[in-house]
Every structure is written in structure tokens, then in C-alpha cells.
């Protein structure tokens, strides 16, 4: 089973721009591990914010955005607001339709 | 309103089985693959199983596999999870979460495997 490997913990600046990333240990992550990206708070379930690399849901927010850089997917948050300290999940997809989730990164906006 | 409820979690000796159950309303759950994910105390997200809307294909985690089944009834509008031969290491927090766009999550039944 593959491992998903992302930054234990991040912090950034209220107004700044920080990134994510999600990397696998079977090789680069592509468009066709349709990459997700989750944001969990404490004592809550997660939320979808991204999914299939790029697309956001209907409540996520513009300065969230998703992409591929450098063989990992990426995930951008721009404009930190302190509402959006929390715990960061991504999730690939492999063959047979099984899903491996990443190790996480807890966000501190500061 | 989407909604999905997990119920069935408790406490539960190793080696004994428990079954959960995922109430779906809001949505056409007989058209949706639906997944079980779970997150031990303190721990991050593990994708444990999914199966197709269909009940057709189903697919696990390693770390299940052999162990737990998971199944639904559409007429019930239900999802299932069978979980047998319980570990210390499955006690978690167990939700369940529909695959189109991976949303609705449910808010999640803790099972505790101890002696």
C-alpha cells in the first residue's frame, strides 16, 4: 500500500501566502490520482475543499487553490485568515479504485 | 439537506465483532459509491473500505482486508460495516462519506476495542 507524505506543521503569517504538498511514495502524483484536499478543526469531521487536483466546492474559499508542483499536488492558501488554523489532509487515489490518505499538516496561522 | 448518521459504535472486546450502520437522506444514495474512513484518537485520517453504488465492487485497506465488510441495503437508504476479529489498533472514530466529491462526511461513531 502506498504511503502519502505530507509536512508534519506549517505557520504563516495572517495575510500570507503558504503551500502543501502531498507526495507519494509510488512515484509523481498526477491528474490521475485525482488528488484531494480536506480541512479538518478540532472535534469536527473534515470538509471537502478540493477536489480532482483544481476544483473547488461551492463553500470553499477563492484563497484556497489546488495544482501539481513538482510531482506532489499542492495546495495553496493565500491570504491566511486565522479562521483557517486547522489540520490539512490530502487524499490520492490508486489502482482499483483504492484511496490512501496523507500524514497531515496542521496549519498555524501566526 | 444531505445528511449521513453513523450509529452502532461502543466499547467492545479484541477479538469480537460490531457492526455500523450509516443512515443516508438528502441525496440519491442508491446512485452513490460510498466510503468508511476512520481517525484513531489524536491520529490522522485512514481510508478503510468503499463500495460501489451498486454494491457491485468493494475494496479495503490492507489493514482491514479479510476482517471487516462493508455492504448496504438501498432500499434502506444504509450503509454497513462489518467488523469482525477487533483489534486494539481499530478503535477509532468511524465515518462514513459519499463519493461523489467526497462530501457529505457524517459526524462520526467512536468504537473502542478493550478489555
Known amino acids: 500500500q502506498a504511503v502519502v507524505t505530507q509536512e508534519p506543521s506549517v505557520t504563516v503569517s495572517p495575510g500570507g501566502t503558504v503551500t502543501l504538498t502531498c507526495g507519494s511514495s509510488t512515484g509523481d502524483v498526477t491528474s490521475y490520482h485525482y488528488p484531494y484536499w480536506f480541512q479538518q478543526k478540532p472535534g469536527q469531521a473534515p470538509r471537502t475543499l478540493i477536489y480532482d487536483t483544481s476544483d473547488r466546492h461551492s463553500w470553499t474559499p477563492a484563497r484556497f487553490s489546488g495544482s501539481l508542483l513538482g510531482g506532489k499536488a499542492a495546495l495553496t492558501l493565500s491570504g491566511a485568515q486565522p479562521e483557517d488554523e486547522a489540520e490539512y489532509y490530502c487524499l490520492l487515489s490508486y489502482t482499483g479504485a483504492r484511496r490512501v490518505f496523507g500524514t497531515g499538516t496542521k496549519v498555524t496561522v501566526l | 439537506q444531505v445528511q449521513l448518521v453513523e450509529s452502532g459504535g461502543g466499547v467492545v472486546q479484541p477479538g469480537r465483532s460490531l457492526r455500523l450502520s450509516c443512515a443516508a437522506s438528502g441525496f440519491t444514495f442508491s446512485s452513490s459509491g460510498m466510503h468508511w474512513v476512520r481517525q484513531a484518537p489524536g491520529k490522522g485520517l485512514e481510508w478503510v473500505a468503499m463500495?460501489?453504488?451498486?454494491?457491485?465492487?468493494?475494496k479495503y485497506a490492507d489493514s482491514v482486508k479479510g476482517r471487516f465488510s462493508i455492504s448496504r441495503d438501498n432500499s434502506k437508504n444504509t450503509l454497513y460495516l462489518q467488523m469482525n476479529d477487533l483489534r486494539a489498533e481499530d478503535t477509532s472514530t468511524y465515518y462514513c462519506?459519499?463519493?461523489?466529491?467526497?462530501?457529505?462526511w457524517g459526524q462520526g461513531t467512536l468504537v473502542t476495542v478493550s478489555s
Open positions: 462519506v459519499c463519493d461523489n466529491f467526497f462530501d457529505p
Open positions: 463500495i460501489w453504488s451498486d454494491g457491485s465492487d468493494k
